[in-house]
């Protein structure tokens, strides 16, 4: 009996603390009121002028020197530039499901399909599985100034392996070069965190110089990370389709 | 020049509607997939190649586009259509059937290299 007037009282709380900020139009509240804020003026436009210190500019493509990003794709800067920390996170996440899935299946030998595979296809992966891989890391190497980035060119470079795999029994990757690939990409990101925590007094901070927005060699660190993060998520997704396509015994 | 684009896109948009009717008319898994990639092969190369006509600066990538849908896009339906067949799907009014004989007569080992 206690308890329940006790978690009735805390809902009466919390509904009325919600409802006093969420639905006063007060000066001093929390909130201001629904659709009185213009949030175009207040983030967006920071994150598109590259700029989240103040001092808006406009910034013109192939013009502007040494804006504080200085990515062209709009996203990129702000996934591995104002939010890098949250992009280590995802890689940690995408490793550790790796890992499980490489400790739950992982065997020794390849495992053989049931029906041989298609000579068609086998003769058309040939062919395409190296426009696939070059496109896959252009992708990632221009993720600072074309849509894209690591994690789709990584995946790119993963359905070349899985293109590989499905289309030839006896094919299996070198799992221990990719593994050590992923490991060096990986510290390689950290390691740069660290240097941008020793030059600029911030983990992962973008210590390099920026550049002219829109070239090839711009944004400082963004296109290093990228790169990392590519091979890390490419390698990582490669070892995760070897280890689906692997069997114990014999 | 624009006026071949525009021809030609019209020409792929065809395509996909007797593909997307091909879809629903044809009887199984065979036919559907022959007309569906008929729709995807000829109308894509003419709708891509209608913009590169239609829209010079496109031109080299639109050809691009062209080859890689060559390469891709006929290996994925008869890949398709492999796979149906071995799985057991009957196709609709067999009259004569020599692809059983052909896997048969080579054995489980090796059916095709």
Request: charged share 15%.
């Amino acid at each position: 009996m206690m308890k329940r007037v006790i978690a009735a009282l805390l809902i009466l709380v919390l509904a009325l603390f919600i409802y006093g900020n969420l639905y006063s139009t007060g000066e001093g509240k929390l909130f201001p009121k629904f659709g009185n804020v213009n949030l175009s003026e207040r983030v967006s436009n920071k994150f598109i002028n590259k700029n989240a210190n103040g001092e808006n500019g406009v910034v013109t493509y192939k013009e502007t020197k040494d804006a504080e990003s200085g990515s062209a794709n709009m996203v990129t800067s702000i996934v591995v530039n104002y939010r890098s920390f949250d992009t280590l996170g995802e890689v940690t996440v995408l490793f550790v499901s790796a890992l499980g899935v490489g400790l739950l299946l992982s065997g020794k030998s390849r495992m053989k399909f049931k029906t041989p595979p298609n000579f068609i296809l086998k003769a058309g992966v040939r062919i395409i599985a190296g426009i696939i891989l070059i496109t896959g890391v252009y992708i990632f190497i221009h993720g600072h100034l074309t849509p894209g980035g690591g994690f789709p060119g990584g995946s790119m470079i993963a359905s070349a392996v899985l293109l590989f795999y499905i289309s030839d029994d006896e094919f299996r990757t070198k799992v221990k070069s990719f593994k050590f690939l992923e490991g060096t990409a990986g510290s390689l990101y950290l390691i740069f965190g660290l240097l941008g925590l020793t030059m600029g007094g911030y983990f992962l901070y973008n210590f390099l110089p920026t550049g002219v927005v829109g070239e090839l060699f711009s944004a400082g660190i963004v296109p290093i990370i990228y790169i990392f993060v590519g091979l890390k998520v490419g390698s990582e997704l490669s070892n995760l389709i070897s280890d689906f396509l692997s069997e114990e015994g014999k | 020049m624009s006026a071949i684009g525009y021809i030609l896109m019209i020409i792929g948009a065809l395509f996909y509607v007797l593909g997307g009717l091909g879809l629903v008319r044809m009887p199984d898994v065979y036919n559907r997939l022959q007309a569906a990639t008929k729709a995807t092969t000829l109308g894509t190369f003419s709708l891509v190649l209608g913009v590169g006509i239609a829209q010079p600066v496109w031109f080299v990538k639109t050809l691009l586009i062209v080859v890689f849908l060559t390469i891709t896009n006929p290996v994925g339906s008869s890949v398709l259509a492999k796979a149906s067949y071995i799985y057991g799907v009957k196709p609709f009014k067999l009259s004569k059937n020599e692809l059983d004989k052909l896997y048969k007569s080579r054995g489980d080992e090796n059916a095709d290299n």
